[in-house]
């Protein structure tokens, strides 16, 4: 009886420790496309606004499925030993290239959001690099919904600094778009708008 009980009780611990599923996606299906391990390219014409004018310029975004670490929010070098640590992502990179002027402007953003694990995305970053000088930033998910981050700039008015958000991430739809687009929230959101 006592074995029964401890098993049991093991049993429940385990679901209750165990993050819910994405609902109304066949991963079969989905994994056919996404766990073959190349990449999906996309290509955009880009007007990004800097210095209150219009500036012509590309982006190109690049999906790919990753195996990625709970703990340490970070691509996992090995793993096949990682346990219960190995979470399923799917990263987008998104580079922007514009001139402002005479000089040119490169930014990466990169967006991590759980496959199959019902949650938002889990880490954010973006890198800017122009002849003045670079900035940097990070949105590390925390719990829920609650987000801290951080930002590094060359610029006075940007300058080092701490925040926290609670919400989602504008820069989370695009891979949710590929998860499953009717999963992208409706109505009246808390949303952080692009990095």
Same mark, same amino acid.
């Given at each position: 009886?006592?074995?029964?009980?401890?098993?049991?009780?093991?049993?429940?611990?385990?679901?209750?420790?165990?993050?819910?599923? /994405?609902? %109304?996606?066949?991963?079969?299906?989905?994994?056919?496309?996404?766990?073959? *391990?190349?990449?999906?390219?996309?290509?955009?014409?880009?007007? =990004?606004? /800097?210095?209150?004018?219009?500036?012509?310029?590309?982006?190109?975004?690049?999906?790919?499925?990753?195996?990625?670490?709970?703990?340490?929010?970070?691509?996992?070098?090995?793993?096949?030993?990682?346990?219960?640590?190995? =979470?399923?992502?799917?990263?987008?990179?998104?580079? /922007?290239?514009?001139?402002? *002027?005479?000089?040119?402007?490169?930014?990466?953003?990169?967006?991590?959001?759980?496959?199959?694990? =019902?949650?938002?995305?889990?880490?954010?970053?973006?890198?800017?690099?122009?002849?003045? *000088? =670079?900035?940097?930033?990070?949105? %590390?998910?925390?719990?829920?919904?609650?987000?801290? *981050?951080?930002?590094?700039?060359?610029?006075?008015?940007?300058?080092?600094?701490?925040?926290?958000?609670?919400?989602?991430?504008?820069?989370?739809?695009?891979?949710?778009?590929?998860?499953?687009?009717?999963?992208?929230?409706?109505?009246?959101?808390?949303?952080?708008?692009?990095?």
């Amino acid at each position: 009886m006592k074995k029964l009980i401890f098993g049991l009780s093991v049993l429940t611990l385990s679901f209750a420790c165990s993050k819910p599923q /994405r609902e %109304n996606v066949d991963f079969d299906a989905w994994g056919k496309y996404w766990f073959q *391990g190349q990449a999906e390219l996309s290509s955009f014409e880009l007007t =990004q606004y /800097r210095y209150e004018e219009p500036r012509e310029g590309e982006a190109v975004l690049i999906f790919v499925t990753e195996d990625f670490s709970r703990k340490k929010q970070v691509k996992l070098d090995n793993p096949g030993e990682a346990g219960r640590d190995k =979470q399923s992502v799917i990263k987008m990179n998104q580079t /922007r290239d514009f001139v402002t *002027g005479i000089y040119p402007y490169h930014m990466m953003l990169s967006a991590f959001t759980p496959t199959k694990e =019902q949650s938002n995305g889990v880490k954010f970053t973006l890198s800017s690099q122009e002849w003045c *000088g =670079q900035s940097f930033a990070q949105l %590390n998910l925390k719990s829920g919904e609650s987000y801290s *981050g951080k930002l590094f700039s060359y610029f006075e008015q940007e300058g080092d600094e701490t925040f926290s958000f609670s919400g989602m991430a504008e820069d989370d739809l695009w891979n949710l778009i590929r998860i499953n687009p009717n999963q992208i929230p409706t109505g009246s959101v808390q949303m952080l708008p692009s990095l």
